[in-house]
C-alpha cells in the first residue's frame, strides 16, 4: 500500500478538493449539525472560491491524502 499527501496547487485539484470537502462533512457532521448549519460552513469556508483565496492569498496549505493514486480524503 502507498500512502501520499499531495500538495493540491491547481484550480482542477480545488475542485476535486471542495467536492471531498462537501462529503466528508456531510457525513462527520450531520449528527451533530443541521443540514443548513454544514452547507453553510462547506459553501463559506470549504467550496471552490474560499479555497482558492485560503491557498493563494492567505498563507493555507492543502494536501490529497491518497492510498496508490485514489484520493482519500484531505488535509490542510
Known sequence: MKVQFVPIT????????????????HECYGTLLS???ID???RTFQSTAPIKKQ??????????LQVNGTNVGYIG
Not at 491547481?10 to 462533512?25: F, K, M, R, S
Open 10 to 25: 491547481t484550480h482542477e485539484q480545488i475542485q476535486t478538493l471542495a467536492l471531498i470537502a462537501d462529503t466528508v462533512w
Open 35 to 37: 443540514g443548513e448549519q
Open 40 to 42: 453553510y460552513m462547506v
Open 55 to 64: 491557498i493563494e492569498e492567505e498563507g493555507y496549505a492543502y494536501f490529497f
